[in-house]
């Protein structure tokens, strides 16, 4: 049998709050002391000692849907603890995780965690998966990487172009092996669709057009009482103070069913997001660039409009509209009106690629018509002809399984699909169609140095203030 103890659970929490947690996860009475790795096992590829043992950071919704299912099939790896803010939903963890271990005869008691730097802090852990709200992203990244753990962390990489900034810097310094949760590199469609691109199969390349959903304006702005088994002042993290509502967090309820209802109110909300350009915008951004061959740059010059919601708690932009410029003289259109999907156009031809009528999680939208079709083009033969010798071929994910990709990765030592800068790069593309969304002007980009030119209002919105002690500008670099 595993242990993997802890050896404390949630020293930030109140005592009432704290005793709660003890309580939800069924540890009030588990051993204090440092964490040990007992094999059952001492011989053989199914040691304890020869799997990667992760950390999840992040219990939620896209936690449970993606990352914890991908990563507990990988035979290499080994979930050996969690972490959330939410005790309630880090208890639903551990019962997931040794459930799934049980059921394949592999015994493991599972560490768990309020406080992600506390388990850090252990040479056990080998690498985290950080499945946390988008502005707690950035932190526990670089955090990771400081403490020499190899790091997979859900998409968009960071809030702000600085953050996006020090989390490549720091994750390659560190030299640690990264994957951000942009799973459509991974899957076939999208690979080949940009490896066709890139080969010239529709002729020079002048327009990319990307088509993501909105979201709805509401939300509640009624303050409630923060439950108990909620460390609420360390969910806001580097954010504002704000009163709790449960439609700025995140449901609550007696039942698992109640817990995962709904898709989250912080997803709504500015302080926490900025909305369906970084939600859905970084995927398809991602491979917009990667079809481009920009995946190191950015536009030279951005402009949008959106409309912004004039009352209630959640407040991220609606209907938009965004173009960019490429030195490459590429022009990318970025518009709630188009199919959600990636279209390349060029001189002889056009591919649309999608991900058809897969999901990741039940919310997610899924095109209809003609538009479901994964991978369509404007000529049969450019579907149907196979790449040469001389084409180009992109990182092709062992069995299309983007976990995988990222567990080969710390095996080998060599990228995965998504490297932090690439993952910045693809941030921070919609990140300033954010910014000429709240300003409703062009603006000129200049991507080697990371700033707008002539135009202080612009550059002042690549940084947020940060609530200390949270926030990458709080953290110890050296």
């Given at each position: 049998?595993?242990?993997?103890?802890?050896?404390?659970?949630?020293?930030?929490?109140?005592?009432?709050?704290?005793?709660?947690?003890?309580?939800?996860?069924?540890?009030?009475?588990?051993?204090?002391?440092?964490?040990?790795?007992?094999?059952?096992?001492?011989?053989?590829?199914?040691?304890?000692?020869?799997?990667?043992?992760?950390?999840?950071?992040?219990?939620?919704?896209?936690?449970?849907?993606?990352?914890?299912?991908?990563?507990?099939?990988?035979?290499?790896?080994?979930?050996?603890?969690?972490?959330?803010?939410?005790?309630?939903?880090?208890?639903?963890?551990?019962?997931?995780?040794?459930?799934?271990?049980?059921?394949?005869k592999i015994d493991l008691a599972v560490a768990t965690y309020g406080d992600y730097r506390e388990a850090l802090q252990h040479s056990d852990i080998d690498a985290v998966a950080v499945s946390t709200p988008d502005f707690w992203h950035a932190e526990p990244v670089i955090a990771a990487a400081m403490a020499g753990k190899d790091i997979y962390v859900q998409k968009p990489l960071s809030m702000t172009l600085?953050?996006?900034?020090?989390?490549?810097?720091?994750?390659?310094?560190?030299?640690?092996?990264?994957?951000?949760?942009?799973?459509?590199?991974?899957?076939?469609?999208?690979?080949?669709?940009?490896?066709?691109?890139?080969?010239?199969?529709?002729?020079?390349?002048?327009?990319?057009?990307?088509?993501?959903?909105?979201?709805?304006?509401?939300?509640?702005?009624?303050?409630?009482?923060?439950p108990s088994h909620l460390n609420y002042a360390m969910w806001l993290g580097c954010t504002p103070l704000a009163p709790y509502t449960m439609d700025r967090v995140h449901s609550q309820g007696p039942t698992l069913k109640d817990r995962f209802k709904d898709r989250p109110g912080w997803l709504r909300i500015e302080d926490y997001t900025l909305g369906m350009i970084t939600g859905w915008g970084s995927h398809?951004?991602?491979?917009?660039?990667?079809?481009?061959?920009?995946?190191?740059?950015?536009?030279?010059?951005?402009?949008?409009?959106?409309?912004?919601?004039?009352?209630?708690?959640?407040?991220?932009?609606?209907?938009?509209?965004?173009?960019?410029?490429?030195?490459?003289?590429?022009?990318?259109?970025?518009?709630?009106?188009?199919?959600?999907?990636?279209?390349?156009?060029?001189?002889?031809?056009?591919?649309?690629?999608?991900?058809?009528?897969?999901?990741?999680?039940?919310?997610?939208?899924?095109?209809?018509?003609?538009?479901?079709?994964?991978?369509?083009?404007?000529?049969?033969?450019?579907?149907?002809?196979?790449?040469?010798?001389?084409?180009?071929?992109?990182?092709?994910?062992?069995?299309?399984?983007?976990?995988?990709?990222?567990?080969?990765?710390?095996?080998?030592?060599?990228?995965?699909?998504?490297?932090?800068?690439?993952?910045?790069?693809?941030?921070?593309?919609?990140?300033?169609?954010?910014?000429?969304?709240?300003?409703?002007?062009?603006?000129?980009?200049?991507?080697?140095?990371?700033?707008?030119?002539?135009?202080?209002?612009?550059?002042?919105?690549?940084?947020?203030?940060?609530?200390?002690?949270?926030?990458?500008?709080?953290?110890?670099?050296?």
């Amino acid at each position: 049998m595993i242990h993997f103890q802890p050896h404390s659970q949630m020293n930030t929490l109140p005592v009432s709050t704290r005793r709660d947690f003890l309580r939800v996860t069924g540890l009030a009475g588990a051993a204090i002391g440092f964490p040990t790795v007992i094999p059952a096992r001492v011989l053989g590829a199914d040691a304890p000692s020869k799997k990667i043992h992760i950390l999840q950071i992040g219990c939620g919704r896209i936690g449970r849907d993606m990352d914890m299912p991908g990563i507990l099939k990988q035979n290499a790896a080994r979930m050996v603890a969690c972490c959330d803010v939410d005790a309630l939903r880090l208890g639903d963890a551990k019962e997931m995780i040794e459930g799934h271990y049980r059921k394949n005869k592999i015994d493991l008691a599972v560490a768990t965690y309020g406080d992600y730097r506390e388990a850090l802090q252990h040479s056990d852990i080998d690498a985290v998966a950080v499945s946390t709200p988008d502005f707690w992203h950035a932190e526990p990244v670089i955090a990771a990487a400081m403490a020499g753990k190899d790091i997979y962390v859900q998409k968009p990489l960071s809030m702000t172009l600085a953050e996006g900034r020090q989390v490549s810097d720091v994750v390659r310094a560190r030299k640690r092996m990264f994957q951000i949760g942009s799973q459509q590199r991974s899957t076939a469609q999208f690979r080949i669709a940009c490896e066709w691109v890139r080969s010239g199969r529709i002729g020079k390349l002048h327009t990319v057009k990307i088509g993501l959903p909105t979201d709805p304006s509401g939300g509640s702005t009624e303050e409630i009482p923060v439950p108990s088994h909620l460390n609420y002042a360390m969910w806001l993290g580097c954010t504002p103070l704000a009163p709790y509502t449960m439609d700025r967090v995140h449901s609550q309820g007696p039942t698992l069913k109640d817990r995962f209802k709904d898709r989250p109110g912080w997803l709504r909300i500015e302080d926490y997001t900025l909305g369906m350009i970084t939600g859905w915008g970084s995927h398809h951004v991602d491979i917009a660039h990667w079809g481009m061959d920009t995946e190191h740059t950015g536009p030279i010059s951005i402009e949008g409009t959106a409309e912004f919601p004039k009352s209630g708690l959640w407040n991220v932009h609606g209907p938009y509209h965004i173009e960019a410029k490429y030195a490459n003289g590429v022009t990318l259109v970025i518009d709630h009106k188009l199919p959600n999907g990636v279209r390349f156009e060029g001189s002889d031809g056009w591919i649309f690629v999608t991900r058809g009528a897969v999901r990741v999680t039940a919310s997610d939208p899924v095109p209809k018509g003609a538009a479901a079709k994964a991978l369509q083009a404007s000529h049969p033969d450019i579907l149907s002809t196979p790449l040469g010798e001389k084409d180009v071929r992109l990182h092709e994910s062992p069995n299309g399984d983007h976990h995988l990709d990222w567990i080969t990765s710390i095996q080998t030592r060599q990228p995965a699909v998504t490297t932090p800068e690439v993952a910045h790069r693809s941030t921070s593309a919609c990140i300033l169609g954010w910014v000429a969304m709240k300003l409703g002007r062009k603006l000129t980009w200049n991507p080697e140095k990371e700033e707008f030119i002539g135009d202080d209002t612009a550059n002042a919105m690549r940084s947020r203030p940060e609530r200390a002690p949270y926030g990458v500008s709080h953290m110890k670099k050296d």
